[in-house]
């Protein structure tokens, strides 16, 4: 399993009817439970895309690779803002790395 | 509920009849698949023709569905200065033991630069070197900043005035007279059956990952290079409507990064990386050419020989170039960035380990696909294709799919001139309809069977063990994949009587299921037809181990008949296509 969902920041984008981390799935892996948070269903067929962590706006959603492809912890959280995206990589030894790039040209 | 086998009964269709919601839609061409292909065609056809209705119906949803979803960071079809038309032809020829469709290749060559400049002018960030061109990485590819490529295509579809279908699978064509005249879809949503009658259709679904048992198993298995869901349903779909599909048998087979499988031309052409094996040797000179499958062969080679690993060594590169790659696979494939992290590693402090993927059936790769025309049109009337489903033009990646969805719009343009505007009742009868109803909704009715992930697992063991997977390095052999067509028939038969779905999605995962078994049983065929072994790995043939160029300067095609479930294999002429 590779994506883990904050389930204390996740508000299950509130009133929306399908939460933006659902709306973009390319799998269809990810739905509002009972609770009004997200959660994913089949982890294992999971493809690490990261379009759900992009579109959080609050940051719930992180990445981290499977145990069984030496995944030790490290993880990745994205925030899009207008055209730009920044990447927050927390690694084992929990320094973090900060990524800000420019993907969409005005 | 329903007994298992009862699904095409009176019973079954009238409970179908009163739980499913119908709905039809009249337009004047559909899209299957909200793609790389399928989104530029939209915008084509929409631009070139206002008033023509366009609906894209796409599985996911347009912002990140497809291959591109996570974003790509090269346009690696892209002719620099120097290079024409002819010569990505006779590059693509070349690097395809010189069986290609002239024609697809060079009408794909001739578009490729100007379909790269539309897509900077969406909005995508380009590379320039010191003159204000695009930077070159090799000669036929250019750097850009590819993260956010899904998002700025669906927003040239969403300004352009098509209309989209999100979350909505496409099933089956329906067949008019001989033509293909609309689409049959359900909704992943909601219990929702789509009858889509148009003039035109243009087939745009992508190829086919997990036809093969991954390289990774179980809670990993869908850490693939290709997207997972892209399964082969456009192919299916034309099978089933007795379109004919060309050279399946040329699987493509990538060279990825160990684990997590990541593209390796950022560092292999972006990073100048050296090829090496366990031993530390260049070795991809012992080999016969440097050709894209000869890549893969070679590491499978090693690999036999006792001389792997084999890996991409960057080690050289300064630290200044570190944080570059880094963004540069955040861009495409995070978890390449993930896995430097989890090493305790940066870039350039180890090589890193190539590993070779399962087979995929991808005609942007590799040349599985329709057979279709100069004009992309299939050999079924009104059917078009453009894309990875698309066979015949191998290496065309997301600028030859954008050149292939813009001739396919265009055809279709002049096509549907002809068509007068057909009631959807006239188009679809009760009879087709209920037929398709109760194929499409029987699963999730059925109270005995086993589930999508059970049947996609035996498929990819048969596919695996039996029809050259990775755990028999790729080798194929008359006898074993004798043994995989009857298996694959009891398969399809199991599947037919036994397959259930708790819920609409598992009602997705079960069609995909379906449609990967058909898209193997025609594969088996070309691979059992073809005697002699014309790309390395990718067809790689124990027992007809070298190459026939007197015979076997042909193309291999295949027509299925559904009435009788039989698949006809047809020669096509070496030459079909070759420009005079
Ligand atoms: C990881 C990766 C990296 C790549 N990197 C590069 C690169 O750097 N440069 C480059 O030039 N090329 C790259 N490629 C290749 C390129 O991305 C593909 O060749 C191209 O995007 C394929 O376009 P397509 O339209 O055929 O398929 P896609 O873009 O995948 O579109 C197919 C669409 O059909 C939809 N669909 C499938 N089934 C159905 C159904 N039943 N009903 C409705 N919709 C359906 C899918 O959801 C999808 O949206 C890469 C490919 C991958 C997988």
Partial sequence: MSVYINRSLCNGCGALKESRCSEVCPGDLLYKDIENKCAVR????????????????????????????????????????????????????????????????? | MIETGAEGTRECVEKLRSEVKIVRVNVDIVIVGGGTAGCFAAVSAKEASPNTSVLVIEKAHIKRSGCLASGVNAINAYLNPGETPQSYLEYVKRDSAGLVREDLVLTIGQRLNRVTEKLESWGLPFIKDEFGRYKARGKRNVEIVGEAIKPIIAKAVEESGVTVLNRTAATNYIVKDGRVAGVFAFSAREKTFYIISSKA?????GGAAGIYRPNNGSSARHKMWYCPFNVGTGLAMGLRAGAEMTTFEMRFIALRIKDVISPTGTVAQGASARQINALGEAYQKRYENNSTPVRTYAVVEENKAGRGPCYLDFTHLPESENRRLKEAYLNMSPGMVLKWADEETEPNGKAVEVCTSEPYIVGGHGQAG???????????????????VAGGAPKKYVTGCFAEGEIAAQTALEYIKMIKTNSETEVCGDENLDRELARVFGPLYRTAGANPDEYEDRLQKIMDEYAGGISTNYELCEPKLIAARKMLVLLQQDVERRLMARDLHELVKAHEVIDRILVARVLVEHLLYRKETRWRSYQERADYPGRDDQQWFKFVNSVYDSSKDLIKIIERPGKAGVLS
Avoid: H, M
Avoid at chain 1, 69 to 89: N, P, Y
């Fill in chain 2, 370 to 388: 329709y057979w279709v025309d100069e004009y992309r049109e299939s050999t079924v009337k009104g059917l078009f294709a453009a894309g990875d």
């Fill in chain 1, 42 to 106: 089949d982890p294992w067929d999971c493809w690490d895309c990261a379009s759900c962590i992009k579109e959080c706006p609050r940051q719930a959603i992180e990445i981290r690779l499977p145990v069984q492809l030496g995944g030790r912890g490290s993880a990745l959280k994205a925030k899009s803002i207008g055209g730009r995206i920044i990447w927050r990589l927390t690694k084992p030894d929990g320094s973090e790395e900060i990524f800000d790039i420019v993907t969409i040209n005005e």
């Fill in chain 2, 201 to 205: 259709v243009i087939c745009a679904s």
